[in-house]
């Protein structure tokens, strides 16, 4: 028989993938639906696709997606209901152009997360509610978004709240990346510890996994694994890529000469050292989806404004294309 991966991972966690509408046709559509079982919008179900208006929701990408899941039997992971980048500027605004109060962004929040989550309630197995409201600095503990301007910390518990009233079903997490980094990984310790300790309805962690081939290391990444894990929550490792390329600002050197056999071959080798970690800990993680289908499209390569690209992909004269090669299909599929 032909099995795709997550039949060889069917006792281990589910296996996933982030897609845009342009994937659910063709070669790719087949690939998904043999080798995946569960699915992230990559971008339409976020505050400005979706809830562009006060009074307007689009649900038309995100519905096609929803439709093609449950049409071939692959589950759904929603992304995301509140994050910094994506957040239509109507939100934050009053009638007068003016900053919103904290009163009324709380009721729009409400509003707009009542209204997705009811909108998709018992299909979406798990929502990213939160994405990525832990600053990098680390003199910083909270991005100083304009959510947490306008409300301070509370607008962090309210959206669990909010979700786990319209879908009680429905498994909550906390999404963000660089959550292996020391600094960073205790920061998003203490936010997850004051939501578990004060009975807010989170149920787990996303590590986005936006990896590199020597970066994180596997022990960085096993006491991430181990820290969150003591706070009794579930892992999902929910945007994993392996760029074999570094941010390099020398155009010149940042050449695009293909994925080489010598780095195709490190990627592998980084992808099953990763993989062989994820299974050890089968316990916790509850599933484990790449960022894009294959290196057909990747949101790194530089034409996609992405990581890959340094110096050549912001100079307008120099159109090359550098591409990032990160996943595990490659353009042939
Ligand atoms: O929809 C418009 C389109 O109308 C317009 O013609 C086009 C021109 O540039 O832009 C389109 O929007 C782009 C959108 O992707 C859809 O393609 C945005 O400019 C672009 O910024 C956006 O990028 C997305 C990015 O999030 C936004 O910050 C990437 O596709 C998406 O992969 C990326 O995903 C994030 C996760 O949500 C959170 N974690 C990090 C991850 C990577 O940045």
Redesign the pocket.
Known sequence: ENKGLKDYYKAYFPIGV?V?IRALKGDEAKLIIHEFNSITP??DM?MG?IHPREDFYNWRNADSIVNFAIKHHIRIRG??LL?H??APAWMFKDSTGGQVSKEVLLKRLKDHITAVVTHFKGKIYAW?VV??AIDDKPDNYLRNSLWYKICGEEFIPKAFEYAHAADPSAALYY?D?NSENESKREKIFKLLKSLVDAGIPINGVGL?G?WKLDNPSPELIREALDRYKSLGLKIQI??LDITVRGRNHNAQANADSGLTPALADRQAARYKELFEIFRAYKNVITGVTF??VSDRY???DSR???LAGGAAASDQSNPVIIKAYPLLFDENL
């Open positions: 982030a845009n990559e971008n976020k696709p992304h995301n994050w980048a994506q990213d994405n990525e999404n990346y986005q936006h929910t945007e960022w894009n990747s949101w790194l996609n404004g992405g």
